[in-house]
C-alpha cells in the first residue's frame, strides 16, 4: 500500500526542468572531479617499484618475476605493465594516466548506461536516455564515494588496474550478457571481460564466480532443468560463456606459483594489516565526511522513483524492488564472507581496505534500490516536500560536490606540480653528477590521490634512486 504524506498538486513543468538540470549539474561535477583526478595523478609506492622494474626486465620480463615469484593477476599485471611501458618513467606518465582515466570512465558510464537501460526495458519502463545516462554516473558517484578506501582505489594507478578495473569489466560483462543481440563480436568482448576479471583480483574472481553459478542454477530451477528451455532463455549463453571464461582465468590465476611466496610475505605483516584494518575501517564507513556525500547522491535516487511513479501507463510490481534490495543484503553479506574465508584460508592476514571495493559496490547499488523504492511509494500532497526532494535535494548535493571539487583542486594541483618539481630537481642533480647530499622539502598534501613519503626508504626512495639513477643521499626538510 502507497504511503500516502498528504494531498498532492500535479508537478510544475518549470520546476520539475530545474531538478533534471540539477542532477545534470551533480554528474557533471562528478565527471570534472574524475578527470582531475586522473590529471593530477602521479606514482606512488608500488607504481615506483614497478617502474624500475619494467625499466630493468622489460614487459615480458616483468609479467614472469611477477607470476613467479609475487602474484598470479596476470591480466592486471599484463593491463599495468603495458601502461608502465608506455608511460615510459616519468616521461609521460601523467599522460598516460589521463588517457587511461579516460577510457575507464567511458567503459564504465556505457556498460552501466546498458545495465540500466535494459533493466528499464525489461520492466517495460520508456525513460529519456539523457536521464539513464545521468543517473548511470550518478551511481559511480556514488559507489565512488562509498568506496572505503577510495584513495588506494581511484588515487593511485596501482589499486585502480587491480581493484576498480575489475569492477568496470565487470560491469561491461554484465551489460553485454544483458543484450540480447550479441553478434560474434560481443561473445568476444564478454569473453574478455570475464578473462580479465577472473585474472586480475581473487576476490573479485571468486565473489563473481559465485554469481555467475547463482544465477545459472536459479534459471535452471526454473526452467526445472530442461536443456531446451533454457536453450531459449536470451542470456542463458552469455552466463555460460562468463562462466568459462572466469574459471579457465582464475585457474591460472590461483595456479601461479607466486601466489605461495606471496601469502608467506603476508603472514610476516599480518599484525600490521590488523591494526590497519580494524581502525581504519570504522573511520571511512561512519566518521568521514565523504560517507554522507555518498548516502546524498544515493539520496537522489528518490527523484528517480518519483518519476517512475509519475509514468502512469506503467506499474512496477513493488515486490521485484524489494527482491532486489533483499538481494543485495545477501550479496553484502556473501561478499563479506568470501573476504573472510579468502584471508582466513588462503593468505593468512587481514586484508587491506581497497580489498572490499566489491562490497562498497554492492552497498552503493543496496543504498540507490532503497532510496529508489521510497521515492516510488511515497505520495506527496504538499509542494513543499516535492520542491525539498526534487529541487533542495540535489542542490544541496552540488553544493557539497562543488566545494568538494575546489578543495580537492587546490590540493591536487599543487601536488602534483610539487611533485614534478621534485622530480625534475633530482633528475637535474643526476645530470651535474652531483656527489654530496642533496636536500629536498616534504611533498604536501595530495588530498584524494595516493602521496609518497620521501622518507620511506624502502618504499620509496630506493626504487626511486633506481629509476633515476641517483648515486647520491636525500635528506628531506620537515615544514
Known sequence: MENKLTNYAPWPNQLRLVSHRLLAMVALLFIVFYLMQGYYIRPAYDDLYFISLVQQKGFWGSMHEMYFHWSG???????????LKLANGFTSFHLVAFVYYVATMAVF????????????????????????????????????????????????????????????????????????????????????SFVFVGGNNEIASLITGLLLVSVIVWLGYQSKFKIPVLKNIPIFKGLLIALFSLCISSVISFSAPGNIERRGEHQTSTQVNQDSSSSILMTNVVIQKKTYVAIGLAALFLILGKRLQRLRSIKIDKRIIRKSILICGVLIFLSLLVLYLFSFLLIDAVL????????SLILAVFFCLIFLYVGYIIVLTYQVLAIIIEVVLPFAVVVLLTTHTYKQYGLTSNYAITYDKTIKTINEEVLNQRKEKL?????????????????????????????????????????
Open 73 to 83: 593477476r596476470w591480466t592486471g599485471f599484463a593491463l599495468y605493465f603495458l601502461f
Open 109 to 192: 558510464v556505457f556498460s552501466v548506461f546498458n545495465i540500466l537501460k535494459n533493466i528499464f526495458i525489461y520492466l517495460k519502463v520508456e525513460l529519456d536516455r539523457a536521464l539513464i545516462l545521468i543517473y548511470s554516473i550518478l551511481f559511480i558517484a556514488c559507489f565512488y564515494f562509498f568506496t572505503f578506501q577510495n584513495i588506494e582505489v581511484w588515487g593511485w594507478v596501482c589499486g585502480n588496474v587491480f581493484y576498480l578495473q575489475s569492477v568496470v569489466l565487470l560491469s561491461a560483462g554484465i551489460a553485454l550478457i544483458m543484450n540480447n543481440k550479441r553478434k560474434l563480436i560481443h561473445n568476444l568482448l564478454l569473453c574478455l
Open 352 to 359: 587491506p581496505l581497497r580489498a572490499y571495493t566489491f562490497t
Open 439 to 479: 636536500r629536498l622539502n616534504r611533498l604536501p598534501d595530495a588530498g584524494t590521490l595516493l602521496t609518497i613519503d620521501l622518507k620511506d626508504t624502502d618504499l620509496t626512495m630506493k626504487p626511486l634512486e633506481a629509476i633515476l639513477g641517483v648515486k647520491f643521499g636525500i635528506e628531506i626538510i620537515e615544514p
